[in-house]
């Protein structure tokens, strides 16, 4: 795997090739196929996987319900909370096509961060912003629920 195609992933994209070569000595790799659940939601997790390629599909099971929450491409990464906060993860994750991930278990990452603690800084601080992103988007979801589904309610 070359440092080109690792840079893709927007929280490694200003990563040196060192960082990469680091990087890669402390992360695994797992392919994925169309179809398959990488992670079931309730499984206890303590990594972060990033999408090297493929699509998935970010899925909640809520009573007999699933909703689908969001897509991950290339770039993207999934496994941030469980990854501070090790526990049942929160949604299930299932391909929509054939893709490869790469993941860093805790115990990876935190050697990482030890090797290369300029890049990890960068890292983690991409992981938040990215982390708060997403919580603002859930509050407005959360709103605009509490506000149109209230309305609907309140006119039957």
Do not use: Y
Not at 30 to 40: G, I, N, S
Not at 116 to 135: C, D, N, T, W
Request: charged share 30%; net charge neutral.
């Amino acid at each position: 795997m070359d440092s080109t195609q690792v840079k893709r992933i927007g929280l490694l994209q200003d990563f040196s090739d060192e960082d990469v070569t680091a990087l890669l000595s402390c992360a695994g790799h797992r392919a994925f196929k169309k179809d398959e659940e990488v992670l079931e939601q309730g499984q206890r997790n303590a990594s972060l996987f990033l999408v090297q390629d493929g699509l998935l599909h970010v899925r909640r099971r809520v009573k007999s319900r699933e909703i689908l929450l969001g897509r991950l491409e290339p770039g993207n990464f999934f496994g941030e909370i469980t990854l501070f906060n090790p526990g049942p993860t929160t949604a299930a994750i299932r391909g929509v096509s054939n893709g490869d991930l790469l993941i860093l278990r805790r115990d990876q990452f935190d050697d990482f961060l030890s090797l290369r603690p300029h890049a990890g800084l960068q890292m983690v601080s991409r992981i938040l912003a990215e982390m708060a992103k997403r919580l603002r988007q859930t509050d407005e979801r959360l709103v605009d629920t509490l506000v149109w589904g209230g309305l609907v309610k309140g006119k039957e």
